[in-house]
Structures are given as C-alpha cells and as structure tokens.
T-cell receptor
Framework: DSGVTQTPKHLITATGQRVTLRCSPR?????VYWYQQSLDQGLQFLIQ???????AKGNILERFSAQQFPDLHSELNLSSLELGDSALYFC???????????????FGPGTRLTVL | DQQVKQNSPSLSVQEGRISILNCDYT??????FLWYKKYPAEGPTFLIS?????DKNEDGRFTVFLNKSAKHLSLHIVPSQPGDSAVYFC???????????FGSGTQLTVLP
C-alpha cells in the first residue's frame, strides 16, 4: 500500500459527460501528479500541483482540469468526454517535487474510466 | 518521439536465475531514473532508483545500473522469484517539476 488513495476505482459514463476523479496523497506529501495510461499511449504525465498551486503541465487536454485543495487532496475534472478518454488515471504524490532530484513519486491504485 | 524506450515487451526467466530488464533514453536532461513494477488493476509500485551521479544502486535482490554515455539503464533481479512476475516500467525525471517520462513497459514472467 503506497498510502495514496484514489476514488472511485471504476467509472463508467457516456460521451459528452463530465466526471471528477479524486486523489488523496500520502500523509505529508505536498506534490500531486496526475498520469493517464491508455492502451496506445502508455503512461503519460498530465499535470502537477504543489501545495495548492499548479506547477507543471504535460499532455493534458483543454477539456481536462485539476485542482489541489488546502487539505492537499486533488481532483481531476474531465469534461465533454470522448471515447478516446477511456483510460486508467493515476495519481502520484511526492514530498517535495520542487527540484529535489531524488524525490520519488508514489502511485495510487488508479481510476479506470470507461466512456461509452 | 519516445524519450524513454523499453524495447523488449516481454521476458521469461526461470526461477532462481537472473532477470535483466533494459531501458534506453534519449533526453540528456534526465537526471533521475526509477523502476516501477505494476500488477494488473493496480498502480505502479516503486522499486528502486538511481541518480545521474551514480552508476549503480543496489537494494536487496534489485540492482540498477546506469550507463550515461550510452544513455542506457538496466534492472537486475537476482534471484528471480515467481512473485516478481509483473510489468516493469522504467521512468526518468527532469526539470524542476520532476514529472516522469515512462517507457512502454516489459512484462516479466518468472517460471517456477
């Protein structure tokens, strides 16, 4: 158990809908990262938050957004869903993520999103 | 453009023997490398890491080797156990945000 929790475990929805994925980082970790794992793209970095502020963006679509709350949990919002958004979404946390180059990310169990 | 490559999608090894998983990278800015193990329907589990100032790091049965000039790293598992059967991902970090770039994974099967 990495200490990172994600809910829900599974989500099935229809095209055009909006969903919210939730992540609670390990106790004491200030950085949260979101990754998407799809069959054709592998594990890809989406976005990072550090202590409530956005730090870096990767291959995140404009239809997707995220935020990190004062209690450090994070939510990933996916809107106008398309079939191609079906994937596993992972959250990871690390204690710093501020350029301490040996800072390790620990991953949650993921949310499997299926868009029908 | 794949910056981190794992060219072997699968590897089978006999129990007790050595497993060697390989990873190549192209981006010279990567300065920290990690190996994760992943079971189906679970998140990646951190195994071992190495910073670019080292060429070897060992943790129990797991050893990671880094060859910066060849932009190559490898994970050695000795001795291999059936419980090691999983997908192994190589990942590399760079930049101030430390986001990870992952390889495509290698499915390791350890045969009893």
């Amino acid at each position: 158990d990495s200490g990172v929790t994600q809910t829900p475990k599974h989500l099935i929805t229809a095209t055009g809908q909006r969903v919210t994925l939730r992540c609670s980082p390990r106790s004491g970790d200030l950085s949260v990262y979101w990754y998407q794992q799809s069959l054709d793209q592998g594990l890809q970095f989406l976005i990072q938050y550090y202590n409530g502020e956005e730090r870096a963006k990767g291959n995140i679509l404009e239809r997707f957004s995220a935020q990190q709350f004062p209690d450090l949990h994070s939510e990933l919002n996916l809107s106008s869903l398309e079939l191609g958004d079906s994937a596993l979404y992972f959250c990871a946390s690390s204690s710093l993520g501020l350029g301490l180059y040996t800072d390790t990310q620990y991953f949650g169990p993921g949310t499997r999103l299926t868009v029908l | 453009d794949q910056q981190v490559k794992q060219n072997s999608p699968s590897l089978s090894v006999q129990e007790g023997r050595i497993s060697i998983l390989n990873c190549d990278y192209t981006n010279s800015m990567f300065d920290y490398f990690l190996w994760y193990k992943k079971y189906p329907a679970e998140g990646p589990t951190f195994l071992i890491s190495i910073s670019s100032i080292k060429d070897k790091n060992e943790d129990g049965r797991f050893t990671v080797f880094l060859n910066k000039s060849a932009k190559h790293l490898s994970l050695h598992i000795v001795p291999s156990q059936p419980g090691d059967s999983a997908v192994y991902f190589c990942a590399a970090a760079s930049g101030s945000a430390r986001q990870l770039t992952f390889g495509s994974g290698t499915q390791l099967t350890v045969l009893p």
